[in-house]
């Protein structure tokens, strides 16, 4: 069963940073795709960042473009997210994802919440 | 950025009814759409991809259609656990995208 189980969620001031984890089970990790994508209180979904399986490629919502990077560790099963000069908009959900064959994402993380705030 | 336009906003329907929720892309992505499932509190769930294939497990009353920019997902014979909010995605192009959602509440 695959399972993703993210943490490092919390409460940060306004310009602070904080990284949050993404640990795997269940499937090939390192033949994996993953996102990053979040959802603010109350609001739709948001696609935030992306990595190829061997960590080479990554790509980025503009609205975190220069702030946050996506990582991997394959001997760890574990892909991550460093976001720096958060902001209150940055506040919301965020959800770990792997795109399977078909490009869609097939398996969810729990996700874990980030709010910025003074 | 491609823009994916979904409506209703919401739609009220009778349990054993049929919903049929639309989503419009502002470009052609061909077939690369996906429909997700969300109940509040809990993590999205993979429906549909590639427009119209359903992902493992999914019951047939869910079936998607469309290419283009014209897409449509229908619900049929509607169960309580059905009522949720759906949201389209298109992975056609970077950045990937999602449509606002369509809340399905009961009538």
Redesign the interface.
């Known amino acids: 069963q695959e399972v993703l189980v993210e943490s490092g969620g919390g409460l940060v001031k306004p310009g602070g940073s904080l990284r949050l984890s993404c640990e795997a089970s269940g499937f090939v990790f390192s033949d994996s795709y993953m996102s990053w994508i979040r959802q603010a209180p109350g609001q739709g979904l948001e696609w935030v960042s992306y990595i190829t399986a061997s960590g080479q490629t990554k790509y980025y919502a503009d609205s975190v473009k220069g702030r946050f990077t996506i990582s991997r560790d394959n001997t760890k099963k574990s892909v991550f997210l460093e976001m720096n000069s958060l902001r209150a908009e940055d506040t919301a959900i965020y959800y770990c994802a792997v795109s399977g064959d078909n490009d869609a994402f097939d398996v969810w993380g729990q996700g874990t919440m980030v709010t910025v705030s003074s | 950025e491609i823009v994916l336009t979904q409506s209703p906003a919401t739609l009220s329907v009778s349990p054993g009814d049929t919903a049929t929720l639309s989503c419009r892309a502002s470009q052609s992505i061909r077939n690369?759409l996906?429909w997700?499932q969300?109940i509040p509190g809990r993590?999205?769930?993979?429906l549909i991809?590639?427009a119209s294939?359903r992902?493992t497990g999914v019951p047939a009353r869910f079936s998607g259609s469309g290419s283009g920019t014209e897409f449509t997902l229908s619900v049929s014979s509607l169960q309580s656990e059905d009522f949720a909010v759906y949201?389209c995605?298109q992975?056609s192009n970077?950045?990937?995208?999602?449509?606002?959602?369509t809340r399905l509440e009961i009538q």
Request: without cysteine; aromatic residues 26%; charged residues 5%.
């Open positions: 690369n996906a997700y969300q993590a999205p769930r993979l991809y590639a294939t992902a949201y995605q992975y970077w950045p990937l995208t999602f449509g606002q959602g």
